[in-house]
């Protein structure tokens, strides 16, 4: 199957492309990006024959109905990696938690978080086609906090891939910075911008623009690609766990096949709920994909009033910093699924030059027709995490936002899987204030208090973090990143 652009095509650009030119060139005409020209379609009859499978035969088998151009020996090596999650067997556990409500935990991968999920067999494919071709590739990576970890452990020491990761000094837990600065291979650079997300992101900005920069990597033969989530290579994998998911509840006697059911997601770049969205298009009984956001609301506000407004501008900082976003960047895949690609360039090139856009009346119907959605504050998160602990179930402060739309949006009697993108170890300051009250813990104090409290262990990859030793240890101003990083390459 080949991939076809969400603005349309600029006659600059191949008309469609396939998987692999996608994957390593993920920016399409106009700044758009690349979606399959059609969806598979899966119907019943593939839910019924994977009710017994692994994860890993579902993966494989619903990759394989996308046809797209990676060897199978490829594909095999790539969904292996699942095999590094806690339970081999089940790297997707789905956790009953009260009636109708079941959480699926998509963060048992190496790096504690639901990138995983998608960046490990990710990093596998990207790395054996830039074999293929015999090129090499260089992947920029602004990170919040998640992203960063995720990538540094996929791509480190595969050949014709080299990573550097740019975090905000000011802006990660001490868990999550530990993840990256302690990650050693030839292959990876890891920089402390000073500031929070948005000076690691205008850095990386800056960088992207430098002509100097540009001359240099091509005089050292070595081309840019992104391992964001824009990068359909990652959306597809995160197609496989919706999948999963409903087959769980099959499996668990919670529904019969064909029953829709509610697939709940805390969103920031909607990749995660993109997922969900496909899932849905290639046939998934789904009744509605709740969005889950935090107090930056504005998924919220587009799905309930048809508007994107980013003219204010202000990003606030909330304790589920993942779902810290303005500009979102998987929208854009929904639009041209509803609406088409000249419509979606229009919509677009509003947002550009006016940081708004207006869905029409019709739009919005179609819009709502799919999501609904809500958001939940910090301090109403903490009252979730206090009162879901309370009942057994130990959560982050991303997954707490589910229980908010679990209570608003979803009709009570239908079951709902939310999901849960983050295990407690990599906020634990945020979780500790909300079980003991304790308040500006660092992690490693907060992490045996949640660990005493909730008598659950701390996983040694999170403990023996601690211990290990500083590879990357330089913290610099954006005006001298290009220098770092061309010393390194
Ligand atoms: C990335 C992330 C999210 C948001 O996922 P999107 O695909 O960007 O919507 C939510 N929670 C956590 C913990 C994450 O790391």
Known sequence: ???????????????????????????????????????????????????????????????????????????????????????????????????????????????????????????????????EKAENYLILAATSGDTGPAALETFKNQKNIQVVCLYPANGTSDVQRLQMVTEDASNLKVIGIKGNFD????????????????????????????????????????????IHNYLELVRQGAITIGEKIYLNVPSGNFGNVLGGFYAQNMGLPVEKLVISSNENNILTRLIQTGVYDIREGDLKLTTSPAMDILKSSNVERVLFSLYGAQRTRELMADLDAHNIYTLSEDELKKLQEVFVADYCSDSEGKEYIKSAFNDGYLMDP??????????????????????????????????ANALTGEENAVDSVALEAISKEAKVEI???????????IIHDSVIEKEDIEREILKFL
Not at 404 to 431: G, H, R
Not at 459 to 469: H, N, Q, S, V, Y
């Open 459 to 469: 996983p040694a990859m999170i403990k023996g973090l601690f211990d290990k030793r």
């Open 398 to 431: 991303h997954t707490a936002t589910c229980f908010k739309t679990f209570d608003t949006k979803s009709d009570p009697k239908i079951k709902s899987v939310i999901y849960s993108t983050a295990e407690w170890t990599k906020f634990s300051p945020v979780i």
């Open 1 to 131: 199957m080949n991939f076809i652009e969400t603005r349309g095509n600029d006659a600059t650009h191949p008309l469609s492309v396939t998987f692999s030119e996608a994957i390593l060139s993920p920016i399409a005409s106009y700044g758009g990006l690349y979606v399959p020209q059609t969806l598979p379609q899966l119907g019943e009859d593939f839910l019924k024959k994977h009710i017994s499978s692994s994860y890993k035969e579902l993966a494989l088998d619903m990759l394989s109905t996308f046809e797209i151009d990676i060897e199978h020996d490829v594909l095999e090596e790539a969904v292996a990696l699942y095999d590094r999650f806690d339970d081999p067997s089940n790297p997707v556990p789905v956790v009953k938690v009260k009636k109708n409500l079941y959480v699926s935990e998509l963060y048992h991968g190496p790096t504690r978080a639901f990138k995983d999920m998608a960046l490990q067999p990710f990093g596998k494919i990207l790395s054996s086609v830039a074999q």
């Open 199 to 242: 000076d690691a992101q205008s850095a990386l900005k800056y960088l992207l623009a430098s002509q100097s920069f540009k001359a240099a990597l091509k005089e050292k033969n070595i081309s840019l690609s992104a391992a964001n989530s824009v990068n359909f290579g990652r959306i597809i994998f995160q197609i496989v766990y919706h």
